[in-house]
């Protein structure tokens, strides 16, 4: 079982002057979930390396036991320091691909021609396709075989509207989930905010928010043991 997890490289939050960047808990939630079922787990990131860190996440109120034992792990700290490029990964030799969301990805991996080309190539090939929060953001330009876009007439989900209000970062982000996913014709679904909300739709299985990383990587899970 060899898991393709990706991550942003993007860390400027619009023009706020702040920082953003992947949410630790989106990354080290799955990363455990992958770890403890003896999968092996390939980190990719735009521009490789050390991808950034939303400093929000890493504040005293948004730690989980998760992210805890991530902070106290030297070889998957180590390991997360030394993300593979990108463009030097394909969707070959992999069983699923996990997107951790953050705001990140909104700027780049939603735009990124390697991560649509592998998440079309995988997606075609019948693999797992996963992304949870703003990592739906990458389903913004990817299409189906037929050339309309992948999530088009399928169940996802992804970080609502009202979170975004409720983050007072609406006016700041270049587009919201939800209304990019509507707009390319997926049946958008939604749980109660900042609550755990997966849905599975064959292999497209998408998560709602934070809350919602581990539940959607032992969806992927699930998935992959029972093939």
């Known amino acids: 079982m060899k898991i393709l997890m990706i991550l942003t490289s993007h860390d400027q939050l619009g023009n706020t002057g702040k920082k ?28 490789g390396g050390q991808p950034p860190l939303d400093p929000t996440s890493d ?14 792990d030297p070889a998957a700290i180590e390991t997360l320091a030394h993300t593979t490029r990108l463009a030097e990964v394909s ?17 780049d991996l939603a735009e990124d021609k390697h991560s649509i080309q592998l998440i079309e190539s995988m997606f075609a090939a019948g693999k797992t396709v996963s992304a949870v929060c ?12 037929d050339g309309a876009p992948l999530v088009k ?33 997926a049946l958008y679904q939604k749980g109660e905010d900042w609550q ?14 934070p809350a919602s990383s581990a539940a959607a990587a032992r969806a992927v899970l699930a998935q ?3 093939t």
């Not at 080290?28 to 770890?35: D, M, S």
């Not at 703003?134 to 075989?145: G, Q």
């Open 153 to 185: 007439g399928r169940k996802v989900t992804g970080f609502t509207n009202t979170e975004e209000e409720a983050v007072q970062l609406t006016r700041i982000v270049p587009f919201l989930i939800q209304d990019m996913l509507a707009s390319n014709g």
């Open 134 to 145: 703003h990592a739906p953001a990458v389903f913004r330009h990817t299409k189906s075989a």
């Open 20 to 47: 953003t960047g992947f949410w630790l808990e989106e990354f080290a939630a799955p990363w455990y979930v992958f770890k403890d079922a003896g999968a092996e787990i390939v980190l990719a990131s735009p521009k």
């Open 224 to 226: 992959l043991q029972a």
């Open 91 to 107: 969707g070959e030799g992999f069983d699923a691909v996990f997107f951790p969301g953050g705001h990140g990805p909104l700027w």
């Open 59 to 72: 504040a005293e109120d948004a730690q989980t036991d998760d992210t805890r034992r991530f902070r106290n």
């Open 196 to 209: 755990s909300f997966v849905v599975t739709d064959g292999h497209l299985i998408t998560g709602q928010n």
